[in-house]
């Protein structure tokens, strides 16, 4: 299945919102996340690494059902987050409060409204940090440089690169 638009435009967002198109922060989508000698079965939608090696790992949830789904909320950094739509911000309190995940951050996406304001992403929780262990920040860093290597290998075969 792939992406809705919104999900297309919460990434959108979500990459300018972390400062990953600048200096001191590196950002992957999809990074699957498992074994270093094998392929994982998780993906974490998008994590981050900045210049002081500190792991951010973000969930997208875009509808009740999405939340709601047995997908896993891969959740493999120093700080970890929920990323919902505004419609969905209350259910995501909700949700967080009823599955124990006291440490999770939410952030809302606004999609602003034609000629008004421009979409946005704001913190309506912040998340508390987890202090990954060096095991977990050496996986987080492989699983990323793997997973991008993905995205370099497509454009090469489509001559983009």
Not at 33 to 57: A, L, P, Q
Not at 69 to 98: C, I, Q
Not at 113 to 137: A, D, F, L, N, W
Request: hydrophobic share 30%; glycine share 8%.
């Amino acid at each position: 299945m792939g992406e809705t638009e919104l999900t297309k435009r919460i990434k959108h967002e979500l990459y300018r919102y972390t400062k990953a198109d600048g200096l001191g922060v590196y950002g992957c989508f999809e990074a699957v996340m498992g074994e270093s000698r094998g392929y994982g079965k998780e993906k974490v939608d998008y994590i981050t690494m900045n210049s002081d090696n500190v792991f951010r790992c973000y969930e997208i949830k875009i509808t009740r059902e999405d939340l709601h789904s047995k997908a896993k909320l891969s959740f493999y950094g120093d700080y970890n987050y929920l990323v919902v739509p505004e419609d969905l911000a209350d259910e995501a309190l909700k949700f967080l409060r009823n599955n124990h995940e006291h440490k999770v951050g939410v952030l809302v996406y606004h999609s602003g409204t034609p000629g008004r304001t421009v979409p946005y992403i704001s913190t309506m929780i912040k998340p508390v940090k987890e202090h990954c262990r060096i095991e977990q920040k050496v996986s987080n860093l492989h699983n990323m440089v793997r997973s991008m290597s993905r995205y370099v290998t497509e454009r090469w075969k489509e001559g983009k690169a």
